[in-house]
């Protein structure tokens, strides 16, 4: 440039300078959030989570994202679902005399920097109680005392003795004192503290999980962070060595099973976190770049029926309807193979408190013989027909016209299930169920209703005659078989929505409950399973399996157990590959 | 022909005027291609619904809500068994589509027939008696038209629960009557100053009779050519309907094997299972279509093309 001064060069020089600075800072930045981006697990969610409340995350969703940030002091370990120290530095002592439970716990920090010391963890017991915390309550309530001699160890006495303590009570979250003393007091000026406390919105929540809250864009994203005060960064438990080594979790919301698998081929995704329909697996098991992961669940899908009203006070009705409903004709064809049989109330993968020895209606029997023997069990009970099922000669006929024994008609009743939008399984059991019934001239009608609805009517106003419900997450401590039939759980909102009602059996629940020797509550729990599978308020349906989508070649590391890969053991391992 | 065979032929005639009507419209009828690929489409369909009571006669496991093939326990492709392959299940996909034209049709007329003898009567009433009853029916009419069927429906169903065929039937009907009954209501209006009315007046008939003998068989032609429309409108709402998960479940519908498609994940795995509803949803919806704008031209002379009016 011959005619450019010197002014004008300096000035030129200068510009290309910043440019060169600003495009090296740019490249710079992009390379930096390349690498963060390499480094965060997206996971795929159906819904958004209502709320990061730890209190109110009754949702699944909620519950998902909450269970990566509040940590309890003993967690399962994922290869023998024993109870191991998380929180807790050591297994809780236990002494008999004074009913007392010793708990040591780790050197630990909040989020915010603070030290998570024994005060904490007396105060969410305390809180718990306190404010009669629906969700966690019934863990609580027999606590009688709790001390904190130092700030690593706290001591809970007990009214009585209590089976559930350590499975149930030392595997609830624990929450910083500091965080939730100002909100106790405030709701405590109010007249409903409860309400208030469960309203509350918890926007930067302090914890001790692996990760914490960075962003939630509702509508669109939640992004969690590494938390870099984790307890466990560094540390072996159960010979595992803990992260987390990735930098952090972004959920994305997707509305439908589609919209996310689509994501997941695309690679928008790294993991859909919830059960992969049967129809998709083919096609994903053929991608190269997904993986799959099956894994059992503890749950159970069960049909209940409402024992407080004719004709279902009858066990014998019960009996037969159980002995009509084909289980095997329910897994293998609408859970396409993906489900465990139920033959109890308890899970048979949960095989320490599993009672193999129930009675097995129906099994092994074709449609025609099913029918044969509920006719049998319901004719012997005093029930006729206008048409009877099965005719003089002994063949199956469209049964019409069925009377109860005091010789009224059989009114027509419904079979309510959630709809086949919410699951589609339990809705075509529902339909199916129905035909089965009819052919036995049983008038039943499936009915799909809105699940909100479906609960209130059971749960609440108890105003059904039978129901296709489920637990999809069922504790590995069997007392939910104590909940679902004591006759005291018998109430508006309460755990017995059967309105099951038996002195025996509340009597053995309630030892059951009690009983500190595993061995000897064992025994009690099977006779619990014998005496509910004898009566039948629930006719257990299924377990079924879970079926996971990962992104391969994203990150490594994913540790399998009940319930499926997205669990905490593999949020602290995954590495970035 | 005889001088006598040709006066009985005129007698017969007049006597049945509707009969020439008939085919005076057939006629006209039959020279537009829309119409004869609509009428040929329905026919299949009804064909297609009759049809569908031969498969469980054949065998149970043709039923198509609870027969399943022994030998199959998951989706597969057409076979010589099962023509349009199996469901998820095992069940065969050809019975459930006959059953669904079955619904369809049972859907779109009965909803049809049921807005169109409300938005008859509603709007020959209000373009009748005028004035006060005029505006209270009409503001009715016109606070229903705004009304989002769809959402009030799902509304309802998750309030009540599930709701069944007929029910749907019902609440469909009651929200597509409003536009029957504008058109009627001017149709009336026009008709009501026609001197046969005023000598109707004259001779003393009663307001029912002149609303239902005289003013009725005059816009019947039109409501019948807008129930056509109304059986589309009726077919594709259930389908919606079913399709989102608030259909009667005791029904195979074309829009319920479509949320089973959808809800079993197998919409992107089996095309010989999804196309087939959603194809002949779109057929009946269009064969009716096709048939209304036919007769809407063999009813208004305007629309007619020069030749064709000769």
Redesign the interface.
Known sequence: MPCMNAKQRRFSCRWVLILACATMLLTGSCLVSTASAANILKMGLLQEPKTLNVWRASDRWSRKVVGLMYQPLYVRDPETLKLIPWLAAEPPLFDEKTLCYTVKIRPAKWSDGTELTSEDVAFTARFINEFKVPRYRSKWNFVKKIETPDKRTVKFYLKEPKAIFVSRSLTTPIVQKKEWTKLAEEARKTKKPLKRLLNEKIKNPVSSGPFVLKEWRQGGFLYLQKNKHFFGTGKKIQGRLLGPYIDGVIFKIYGT??AS?LSLKKGSIDMFWWG????????LRANPDIELFQNEKSALYYMGFNLRRAPFNDANLRRAIATLVDEDFII???L??YGIRMYSIIPPGNAFWYCPDVPRYGEGLDREARIKKAFGILRDAGYTWDVPPVDGSGKVVNGEGIKLPDGKPMEKFTI?TP????D?HR??C???M??WLRMLGIPA??????FG??LQQVKVRHDFDSFVLGYGNLSLDPDYLRNFFISTNDKKRGWNMSGYNNPHFDKIANESASAMNRDKRRNLIWEMQKIIIGDVPYIPLYDPKLIEAVRKGRFTGWVQMLGGVGNIWSFCQLKPM | MTESDSSNRMTAKEKYPWITSFLEGWSIFRQNLLGKIGLVLLIIFALMAICSYIPPWISPMYNP??G?DPEI???TPPSLRHWLGTD???RDILSQLLAGARIAFMVGISAAVMSIVLGVSIGMTAGYMGKFVDTLLMRLADMIMVMPTLLVVLLL??????LNIWTIVLIIALFRWPGVSRIIRGQTLSLKQRPFIEAAKVAGASHFRIIFMHIMPNVLPLAFLFMTFRVTSAIITEAALAF???GD??TVSWGMML??V?????????PYWLLPPGICISLITLSFYMLGRAMDEVLDPRLRKEDQTD
């Open positions: 099973s589609d698998i992969i329909q049967p129809g998709y697996i083919e096609d293998k064809r609408i396409q193979g309510l709809p086949a939008d919410y589609p809705a075509m529902g339909m199916m129905q035909e009608y499936s009915k799909p209703m809105a609805a479906l | 809500m609870t399943v326990t998951s989706c998820f299940m095992g169903s998750a309030v009540f629960g599930q989102l998960g608030f479940p005791g949320q089973w959808w809800k079993t994940g197998h919409m992107f795995q089996a």
